[in-house]
């Protein structure tokens, strides 16, 4: 999953809950909409890539500063301490709203539309009660 600064939901990929999260990483990315804000032609990647340490490795590194993304993930084997919590606490706070919908803490439905299609509401409701907060 990856959110906007503000926590809201941009790109939702499904797979098994057997497979790797790295195998998604450069999926994931593709997936990105266009990064709306100042005039012109708007941006099509962010900047920088949070990760944790799950996604150290030099091959995603080097496929990332590929397509010109600064990788800011966290190494394995040295301690904790290096900043990336500031940032990861927006993606693991989704996924939080997002087991507050008792449907997709456990999974039921047996067609991935479907539950790609409850990710998805679940992610405009989580939107629709920000937004009525922020008003």
Request: glycine share 8%.
């Amino acid at each position: 999953m990856i959110t906007d600064a503000t926590g809201m939901p941009v790109a939702v990929i499904l797979t098994g809950g057997n497979r790797n999260d790295v195998t998604q990483l450069l999926p994931l990315i593709d997936a990105i909409p266009p990064i709306r804000g100042l005039r012109g032609r708007p941006r099509r990647r962010p900047r920088k890539v949070y990760a944790d340490r799950g996604y150290d490795h030099d091959k995603y590194r080097r496929l990332l500063r590929q397509r010109r993304l600064t990788p800011v993930i966290a190494r394995r084997g040295i301690p904790h301490g290096s900043g990336l919590g500031a940032r990861r606490w927006v993606v693991e706070r989704t996924l939080a709203w997002l087991h507050g919908f008792r449907r997709l803490r456990t999974r039921y439905e047996r067609r991935a539309d479907i539950h790609q299609a409850m990710i998805s509401l679940a992610c405009s409701v989580i939107c629709l009660r920000n937004l009525l907060t922020s008003c």
